[in-house]
Each structure stands twice: as C-alpha cells, then as structure tokens.
C-alpha cells in the first residue's frame, strides 16, 4: 500500500513559503518584473495586430479597387462585345439582304435569260423548219479573237489555225454559215503521230495507202447519206493532214444558212465511232485556195505539216466542179429522212432513234460491197480502152521487164526518200 499524503500539512507548507517569499525583496522585484513582461507582451501583440488590421484594411481596399477596375473594365467590355454583336447583328442583316437581292435578281436573270434561251430556241427551230426566212439577231454577230491585229491568213482560208485562239493575229469565227467543220471527225491509226513521236517506230509503214484510201471510200459511204439526209451537201472533203488542228477534219458545205443549221444542231451531242461529234461553223471562201495544190500532185514538200488541206479524192470525183469554185454544176443530190442510212458507227443521243445494229451492218456492207465491185468494173474498162488506145498509137513502146523493174526501184527510191524527210521533219 502507497504511504498516505498530509494534504493539509502540504498547503500550509506553501503558504509560508508563500509568505516568506513575499516578505523577500527578490521575489517582490521578480514579480514586478514577470508584470512588465506580460504587460510589455500585451502591447506589442496590440501593436501588432493594430498593424495586421491595418494592413489588412489598405490591403481590402486596394482589392476593392481592384475590383471595382476589373468590374469596370468587364462591364465596358461587355458593352464593347454586345455592340460589336450589334454591328455583326446588323452587317449580317445587310449581308443576308444582299444575298437575298442577289438571289432574286440571279433568279430573276436566269428566268430572262430561260425566256430568252427559249424563244431564241423557238426562232432557230422556225428558221430551220422554215416558217420564217430570217436568222435571229444573235446569229448575225461574228466573235473576233483578237480585233486590233491583223487578220489571219491561215484561218480566214481553211477555217483552222495551227496556234488556235493563241494565234497572234485575229480570228473570226461566224456565228452561222453555209459551212460544217467537223474538228478530228475522221480518225485512223497511221494518221496519228503521237506513237510515232512517242516510240520513233515505223507505224506508219504498216499502211498502205490504198488501205487508208479504202478505210476512207467506207467511212465516205457511210456519213455522206448522214449528211444528205439533213440538207442539200454542195462539198464534202477530208482531211489527211498529220497536224492536230486539221487531222481528220471534215468539211461539209449546204446550199444555205438553214441547212446549215439543221445539220449544226442535229449533229451536236452525238457520237460517232465512240466519239463525241465537234462542229463548228467556219468560212472557206475559195476551196481552190484552201487545198494545197502540190499535195494534188504528190509534190507537197510539209508532208502532213502543211496547213493547207491535203484532201481525200471523192469517190467518182464526186463535188470536183465545187473545187473548182464552180457553183452551178455542183452534184448534189438530197435523202429524205426516211431512207437515211444508219450504221453501227452512228449513236444517236437519244437511244429511241437507233435500229438494230445488225441489220444495218449487214445492209451496209452489201451497199458497200455493190459499190467497189461496181467501181472495180468501171476501173477495169477504162484500162482496157486505155490499153488498147495506147496499143494503136504510133508512140506506144511495148515496157520490158528490165523496164518495169526500174521504174519499180524509182518508185521505192522516191517513197523511201520522202518518208526519211518527214520522219526528220516531225523529229525537229
């Protein structure tokens, strides 16, 4: 067991201790001096707060004018955006009215020029069916390309030019003529140059001439019927020419405007050989002037770089009075439509109008077939009448076969040699 304390014994203890220090002069001047510490302790923790309220007083105060400027500025700022929303508000306004105007006045435009389109269409139909003699006033305008220069003499001759519209003289195209120009409406293999340049291969050995010439007399057989069929054709040539702007160009002249016409606007859109038909009108003043006339001679010295026409003989010298710049013995003759000639070559736009292919294949080549054996017949006459005028006459010197053999190595000479210069030509 723990010993027991004597409380009261232990409290009197202190109090005469208590007493006794306070009787002593060290305690008293302790206690005055513990008194001058809390008393010095508590002014400066007043101070001290005095000076922490302080500054945080000036401190409050330059947040509320902090605040107040960033409220200022936010409302200014507010103000700024909501009339600048105003101003976009409004600017968007008239630019949707704008746009609204624009749109009704395009509306407005396209209904006019609909109108317009359609009764110009009307009057180019009444003109082409006849029920008025006049063209529309539209036609009557020729577009120049460039007015200030000099005329083209290319163009103004063959209706082509080698540079286009970047030619440096002028070009006018009419708006309507009496001529067709079919751009690149005649195509075959040994015409093209771009597998010659390409390769620099023989391609064009691989032809004859009489193969490209019989090529042309099928192609001759079936357009020309086409042609017929929309009008009065009073010339009719292709060309041959090796350059882009006259390589296989086809010219077709009626005897008017209005067939002219017809046959522009029944030709547009339409395909012929996989390929879609380009015409324009062009003006060819004088055929003799237009044809290069050493080609007809096989003396052109350009080859198919020439850019006058090199032109393929029609059949039965067929429109030669017209290259003569003769108009009144033209031959000519007019299809109605109901005995046109179709062929597998024709695709209409209209896929109602076609007949079977077959049929037309098959009716064409028999046509065909008529024809060169009917050519050949007449061909073969005409040598033996030669023949035997040659035989009669005193001059006529029976050719050997020493003789025909020179004249043979001559010919190939003279090709070879003309087919090494235009390769030469074509490489510069």
């Not at 006019?112 to 180019?124: D, G, L, N, V």
């Not at 009065?232 to 160009?249: A, Y």
């Not at 606007?265 to 012929?272: H, P, Q, V």
Request: with cysteine; aromatic share 12%.
């Amino acid at each position: 067991m723990k010993p027991r304390v004597n409380v009261s014994f232990f409290f009197k203890f202190l109090l005469s201790e208590e007493e006794a220090n306070q009787k002593s002069s060290f305690y008293l001047a302790w206690q005055k001096e513990q008194e001058a510490l809390e008393l010095f302790v508590r002014i400066e923790e007043q101070r001290i707060q005095e000076e922490l309220h302080k500054k945080w007083i000036e401190e409050e105060f330059k947040a509320q004018q902090e605040w107040k400027k960033n409220q200022e500025k936010i409302a200014s700022f507010k103000a700024e955006k909501a009339k600048q929303e105003l101003l976009i508000q409004e600017e968007w306004e008239k630019e949707q009215k704008r746009l609204r105007d624009i749109e009704e006045k395009n509306r407005q435009e396209k209904e006019e020029r609909e109108a317009q389109e359609k009764e110009f269409k009307k009057s180019i139909e009444d003109f082409i069916e006849g029920v008025c003699n006049e063209l529309p006033d539209g036609f009557r305008t020729n577009v120049e390309t460039k007015p200030d220069k000099e005329l083209c003499p290319f163009y103004s001759k063959v209706g082509a030019c080698r540079f286009f519209d970047h030619c440096s003289r002028n070009h006018i195209k009419p708006s309507v003529s009496k001529t067709l120009l079919l751009n690149n409406f005649f195509t075959h293999l040994s015409m093209d140059n771009k597998s010659v340049r390409e390769y620099d291969t023989d391609i064009n050995l691989e032809f004859d001439e009489t193969e490209m010439h019989k090529y042309f007399v099928e192609f001759y057989d079936d357009v020309l019927p086409e042609l017929r069929s929309l009008g009065q054709v009073t010339q009719f040539k292709v060309c041959c020419n090796k350059s882009p702007h006259l390589r296989g160009n086809v010219y077709v002249s009626y005897s008017n405007e209005r067939e002219a016409l017809r046959a522009f606007y029944a030709l547009t859109g339409r395909f012929y050989g996989g390929k879609q038909i380009r015409g324009q009108f062009c003006n060819v003043p004088l055929w003799s002037k237009a044809m290069c006339g050493l080609f007809m001679r096989n003396k052109c010295p350009k080859g198919g770089a020439c850019n006058f026409l090199h032109v393929f003989r029609n059949p039965t010298s067929e429109f030669a009075q017209a290259d003569l710049d003769r108009k009144d013995s033209v031959r000519s003759t007019t299809v109605s439509t109901s005995k046109r000639n179709s062929s597998w070559a024709w695709n209409s736009s209209d896929s109602s109008d076609s007949v079977s292919e077959n049929e037309n294949d098959s009716r064409n080549k028999t046509q065909r077939a008529r024809k060169r054996s009917r050519h050949k017949s007449r061909s073969k006459e005409r040598d033996k009448d030669w023949k035997k005028r040659r035989s009669r006459s005193p001059s006529y010197k029976k050719r050997t076969r020493h003789d025909s053999d020179n004249c043979d190595y001559e010919y190939y000479k003279h090709k070879k040699r003309k087919h090494t210069s235009d390769r030469s030509r074509e490489k510069r």
